[in-house]
């Protein structure tokens, strides 16, 4: 067995040889420069890169990722292959969905490297879990309309996973009269590291003071067989509510979900008794609008039917984020409203995820 310090220092070599591999292959055949490494998970590692194509117009760069299968154990070696494989394969179809992350059209020559990469659109600004960490930093709460938007991107996410195709950035929504068929497809492992907050669109309501999240990793991606315990869309949906708890909780990966019974609203208004598991801190919060907690509560309700449809929390959502204001939020017992206001929110979004720094 071998010391800690050991491992540590063999999985850094390791990286850094798959690193100066890529470098080479990359700069060789694509006119790529190395910028840094963004990151490394339990499977893989990633690296930015700057890519610089000669138009006629003149040189046109762009940042792009380079996503390498990595493990720290060799026998887990074949697993994280086979992830990044099973993930180009999903982030193919799932290709123009606006908050999944895009694969680019590079294909790797295996023959020319020794571990399987893809080339991703980089997501700038970090991932909810740094978000998390500076929000606990700097016991700063995340206004009301600010969840609203996070928890519309990762239901629009959900929609993005349940009707590929997609097209060019498509805003995600049901389609109508069942022209796409439901794709029974499960993210499996979207936590607060695997979704990346991307940039503003000044011409959406949704994202002129919001930044966009986009969701990443998609090597555990799978179709849930028909006649499950849990629908693909009831297990994504109880994902992205936890992700939103986690927000509100302040806590990264350390979310403590306990069984509790809540009393909640459903669609016709009347009060249900329901088993939800989240973590206490959602439910105890004293500054959400009812109407956001109780979402997400039924949304990781305990038994997957009492969770509520992707229609039902798009539309709740939706009408949110179109017609909130800060007046919405003035009668919360001690809380302060200025707080929701456009020009707060701007303000904070500022602070917490464009001034900040999302390098490792
Ligand atoms: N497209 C991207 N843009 C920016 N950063 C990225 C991108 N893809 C990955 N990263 C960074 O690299 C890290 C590792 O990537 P990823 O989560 O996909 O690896 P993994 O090993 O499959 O993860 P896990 O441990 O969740 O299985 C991410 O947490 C993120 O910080």
């Given at each position: 067995m071998l010391r800690a310090s050991k491992r540590?220092?063999?999985k850094e070599e390791n990286i850094q040889r798959l690193t100066d591999e890529y470098t080479k292959y990359f700069t060789e055949r694509h006119s790529f420069e190395f910028v840094r490494r963004l990151g490394?998970?339990?499977?893989?590692?990633a690296l930015l890169f700057k890519e610089s194509e000669c138009e006629a117009s003149g040189t046109e760069e762009r940042n792009v990722a380079v996503k390498f299968a990595f493990s720290e154990y060799e026998h887990r070696n074949e697993q994280a292959d086979d992830e990044i494989e099973n993930e180009r394969k999903w982030l193919t179809r799932l290709q123009?969905?606006?908050?999944?992350?895009?694969?680019?059209?590079?294909?790797?020559?295996?023959?020319?490297?020794?571990?399987?990469?893809?080339?991703?659109?980089?997501?700038?600004?970090?991932?909810?879990?740094?978000?998390?960490?500076?929000?606990?930093?700097?016991?700063?709460?995340?206004?009301?309309?600010?969840?609203?938007?996070m928890f519309l991107c990762l239901t629009r996410a959900c929609i993005g996973f349940a009707y590929p195709p997609w097209q060019n950035d498509e805003q995600e929504s049901i389609p109508i009269n069942g022209i796409k068929e439901l794709s029974s497809i499960i993210h499996n492992d979207l936590h607060d590291e695997n979704v990346l907050i991307s940039d503003l669109r000044p011409d959406s309501i949704e994202h002129r003071h919001v930044p966009i999240l986009k969701a990443i990793d998609f090597g555990k991606a799978t179709i849930v067989p028909a006649?499950?315990?849990?629908?693909?869309?009831?297990?994504?949906?109880?994902?992205?509510?936890?992700?939103?708890?986690?927000?509100?909780?302040?806590?990264?990966?350390?979310?403590?979900d306990e069984n509790m019974e809540?009393?909640?609203?459903?669609k016709t208004g009347n009060l249900r008794k329901i088993?939800?598991?989240?973590?206490?801190?959602?439910?105890?919060?004293?500054?959400?609008?009812?109407?956001?907690?109780?979402?997400?509560?039924?949304?990781?309700?305990a038994n997957p039917n009492d969770r509520p449809s992707l229609q039902y929390v798009l539309n709740t959502c939706e009408k949110a984020v179109t017609t909130h204001t800060a007046q919405t939020y003035a009668g919360i017992a001690n809380y302060d409203g200025a707080s929701e206001t456009d020009d707060s929110i701007r303000s904070m979004i500022q602070q917490i995820v464009f001034n900040a720094d999302s390098s490792p």
């Amino acid at each position: 067995m071998l010391r800690a310090s050991k491992r540590k220092k063999l999985k850094e070599e390791n990286i850094q040889r798959l690193t100066d591999e890529y470098t080479k292959y990359f700069t060789e055949r694509h006119s790529f420069e190395f910028v840094r490494r963004l990151g490394v998970g339990t499977g893989a590692a990633a690296l930015l890169f700057k890519e610089s194509e000669c138009e006629a117009s003149g040189t046109e760069e762009r940042n792009v990722a380079v996503k390498f299968a990595f493990s720290e154990y060799e026998h887990r070696n074949e697993q994280a292959d086979d992830e990044i494989e099973n993930e180009r394969k999903w982030l193919t179809r799932l290709q123009g969905a606006e908050h999944i992350v895009k694969i680019l059209s590079h294909d790797v020559d295996r023959s020319k490297v020794s571990r399987p990469a893809l080339v991703l659109e980089y997501v700038q600004y970090g991932s909810i879990q740094d978000l998390c960490k500076r929000l606990k930093a700097g016991n700063i709460r995340v206004p009301n309309r600010v969840l609203w938007t996070m928890f519309l991107c990762l239901t629009r996410a959900c929609i993005g996973f349940a009707y590929p195709p997609w097209q060019n950035d498509e805003q995600e929504s049901i389609p109508i009269n069942g022209i796409k068929e439901l794709s029974s497809i499960i993210h499996n492992d979207l936590h607060d590291e695997n979704v990346l907050i991307s940039d503003l669109r000044p011409d959406s309501i949704e994202h002129r003071h919001v930044p966009i999240l986009k969701a990443i990793d998609f090597g555990k991606a799978t179709i849930v067989p028909a006649g499950n315990w849990e629908t693909a869309d009831q297990k994504n949906i109880q994902e992205a509510a936890r992700l939103i708890t986690g927000v509100v909780a302040m806590k990264y990966s350390t979310l403590g979900d306990e069984n509790m019974e809540v009393d909640i609203p459903d669609k016709t208004g009347n009060l249900r008794k329901i088993i939800v598991f989240t973590d206490p801190a959602l439910h105890d919060s004293p500054y959400l609008l009812p109407s956001l907690k109780n979402i997400l509560l039924l949304c990781q309700a305990a038994n997957p039917n009492d969770r509520p449809s992707l229609q039902y929390v798009l539309n709740t959502c939706e009408k949110a984020v179109t017609t909130h204001t800060a007046q919405t939020y003035a009668g919360i017992a001690n809380y302060d409203g200025a707080s929701e206001t456009d020009d707060s929110i701007r303000s904070m979004i500022q602070q917490i995820v464009f001034n900040a720094d999302s390098s490792p």
